[in-house]
């Protein structure tokens, strides 16, 4: 299976470090989103790249977010200084340019 | 800008009654839509989506949902349920091919034997 996956799946982390996850989208996908889900929440959009570029990024992305793509192949998403807010899960998706998006299994951050 | 709201927070249900899990959006332009599930600490899985056509769209797993653009609602809908449908479904929507998916708060479904 060549599906979106993502890097670690759990990370516990104290307030105040700095964390970085990764996602693989699926091979020859140009596009790649980034969204955070809060426990009873629906996943909300943060940023999407097309290849290497990021086209748009929400106002939830504090300056302390941020993400790169730079082959145009898997993408990272750091936070600096974590705060106990940005616990949540993290998740991948990738598509071809089209309106499926593949999401990955997603990244649990809990910060204590 | 685009809203999506699901009205049901919670729906339990028997083992092989229907069920229908009801979404709501607001947009000022046309718009595509989408159902997705997501089991117990998974990514979330395509159900099914609406992009043109006949506004009853088939989707996996026996799911069925019907576009009502009169009333801005994309309700989702299965004729009997299984345990294994128990999980949580979230309704989403964009408004152009390759954009940011804009999600409601979801429906837990809860099946009961």
């Known amino acids: ?112 | 800008a685009q809203s999506v709201t699901q009205l049901d927070s919670q729906v339990p249900v028997f083992e092989e009654a229907p069920v229908e899990l009801r979404c709501n959006y607001s947009s000022s332009v046309s718009v595509y839509l989408f159902w997705y599930v997501q089991y117990p600490n998974q990514g979330l899985q395509l159900l099914l989506k609406y992009l043109s056509g006949s506004t009853l769209v088939k989707g996996i797993n026996g799911f069925e949902a019907e576009f009502n653009k009169s009333q801005t609602s994309f309700h989702l809908r299965k004729p009997s349920v299984h345990i294994s449908d128990t999980a949580e479904y979230f309704c989403a929507v964009t408004r152009a091919a390759g954009n940011k998916l804009t999600f409601g708060g979801g429906t837990r479904v809860l099946v009961k034997p």
């Open chain 1, 1 to 112: 299976d060549t599906g979106v996956s993502q890097d670690p799946r759990h990370k516990i982390t104290k307030r105040g470090q700095n964390v970085t996850f990764r996602c693989d989208p699926i091979s020859e996908h140009n596009r790649l989103y980034w969204y955070r889900q809060t426990l009873g929440q629906g996943p909300e959009f943060l940023t999407y790249f097309q290849n290497e570029a990021q086209l748009e990024k929400s106002r939830l992305l504090s300056d302390r977010f941020s993400a790169e793509r730079p082959k145009g192949s898997f993408s990272t998403l750091e936070i600096q200084r974590t705060e106990q807010g940005d616990s949540a899960m993290y998740l991948c998706a990738s598509s071809l340019e089209g309106l499926e998006q593949y999401f990955g299994p997603g990244t649990r951050l809990t910060v204590t």
